[in-house]
């Protein structure tokens, strides 16, 4: 059987990560790259040893070659680019969050759906194994009633005044920035984790660094203390958040997202209290679970392939205490959507475990409620 001949667009810190992940699955050949201009294109196939380089993405789009195409530039750009690669008839594999808001997603979910193309959104943490386990526990309702919901997502790579990216502009990153681009990985983790819509938000942002220095070197994480030269830039985009929670079958929780909490580089956390025990993990510790009791001892699960699930098995390959985290979650997305196209599967007929543009659209429309919600100081329904 031929290996499936792949593209992708965009080759910063998340494209890279992609083709390594791609390259791990043998069944895929990433045939072509495409760049903001042909130097760099250029330069990354020469690093990646990808034979095409493009300098304008319409030209990989329309390469008869590419099957499937990856988007990962910054989120102004997912439109667009999604736009041209679902209409070229190619499958996407695009980047979170889909769009910048509910009305670009909602596009992009409708034009995917009119032209019959398997389409996948990033949200990889769902891939660690032990939330696929977590998942299935609670279908098989060893969890109980869920009650409660909470957690955080906590990052320190905005701490400075000299942290400067992207992701600070609102017109390439979307009105929001931490909801947007972390709150938006822990609401489809708690969405997959417990079957359940969030159904209503209440939130409250806060801008801490009110005005950043922007330098030449704006690259995500990127280290930058001793500015000489730098333009000073007001910020208008959250730098924390905190959102209470309601879920559709009256459970109720809260969770909070930042960028400037000294020492939490991606301290990504939930816990779930049910009717019978709780469930809690932190990414940072992914390989383990705690499960928590109110007669009996606690216990910590660690991740080990024999004692997963049945179903979750196809995401472990380590043996337990052999630690699998945050590249693994790549592969195991990227090998749940690829397996799906080469099993020749309908997202109309069967639900994948990867997300899919339903589930980016759905994100879409709870990061716009929070937005509401904080803006007017009162509570927003999750409008779908
Ligand atoms: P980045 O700034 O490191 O990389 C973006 C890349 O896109 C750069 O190489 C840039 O040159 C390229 N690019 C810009 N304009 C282009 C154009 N017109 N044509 C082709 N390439 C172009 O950004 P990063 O951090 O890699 O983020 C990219 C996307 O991935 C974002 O949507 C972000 O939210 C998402 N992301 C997702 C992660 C996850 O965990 N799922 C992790 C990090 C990012
Ligand atoms: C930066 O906050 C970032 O790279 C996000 O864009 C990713 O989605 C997250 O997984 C890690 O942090």
Redesign the pocket.
């Known amino acids: 059987m031929d290996k499936i001949k792949v593209g992708i667009?965009?080759?910063?810190?998340?494209?890279?990560?992609h083709v390594d992940a791609l390259r791990r699955l043998g069944f895929v050949d990433i045939v072509a790259l495409?760049?903001?201009?042909q130097e760099?294109?250029q330069k990354?196939a020469a690093d990646f040893m990808i034979p095409r380089a493009?300098?304008?993405?319409p030209d990989l789009i329309h390469d008869p070659d590419v099957q499937v195409v990856h988007?990962?530039?910054?989120?102004n750009?997912?439109l667009s680019?999604n736009t041209q690669i679902i209409e070229a008839g190619k499958h996407i594999f695009?980047?979170?969050?889909l769009g910048m808001n509910r009305d670009e997603s909602q596009k992009m979910l409708e034009l995917a759906k009119k032209h019959h193309i398997v389409h996948g959104v990033?949200?990889?943490?769902r891939m660690y194994p032990l939330v696929q386990d977590m998942k299935w526990k609670v279908q098989q309702g060893e969890l109980g009633d869920i009650r409660i919901v909470h957690g955080s997502y906590l990052q320190d790579w905005l701490f400075y005044d000299t942290d400067y990216?992207?992701?600070i502009e609102p017109e390439i990153?979307g009105k929001t920035r931490a909801i947007?681009?972390i709150g938006s990985?822990w609401c489809d983790l708690a969405q997959t984790i417990t079957g359940l819509k969030i159904s209503e938000v209440f939130a409250d942002f806060s801008t801490v660094i009110p005005f950043r220095k922007k330098s030449q070197n704006?690259?995500?994480?990127c280290e930058n203390q001793d500015l000489a030269a730098y333009e000073e830039k007001e910020v208008q985009t959250e730098d924390w958040a905190g959102v209470l929670i309601h879920f559709e079958n009256g459970a109720k929780g809260l969770f909070s997202v930042s960028e400037v909490c000294a020492g939490r580089k991606c301290y990504f956390n939930i816990e779930v209290n049910g009717s019978k025990k709780t469930y809690f993990w932190n990414q940072e510790e992914g390989d383990r679970m705690w499960v928590g009791h109110r007669s009996g001892p606690n216990a910590v699960i660690m991740r080990d392939p024999h004692q997963l699930n049945a179903g979750c098995r196809r995401y472990t390959f380590a043996p337990g205490g052999h630690p699998e985290g945050?590249l693994d979650?790549?592969k195991n997305n990227i090998q749940a959507f690829y397996t799906f196209l080469q099993e020749g599967k309908n997202i109309e007929q069967e639900k994948p475990d990867f997300a899919t543009f339903y589930d980016g659209y759905d994100i879409a429309c709870i990061v716009d409620a929070i937005a509401e919600s904080h803006e007017k100081g009162i509570w927003v329904k999750v409008i779908r």
């Open positions: 667009i965009g080759t910063g810190f998340i494209g890279a990560v495409a760049e903001a201009n760099l294109a990354k493009y300098g304008n993405f988007n990962c530039t910054p989120n750009l997912h680019i695009s980047e979170k969050p990033n949200f990889n943490y990216n992207w992701r990153s947007g681009d990985h704006t690259e995500t994480f945050w979650t790549f």
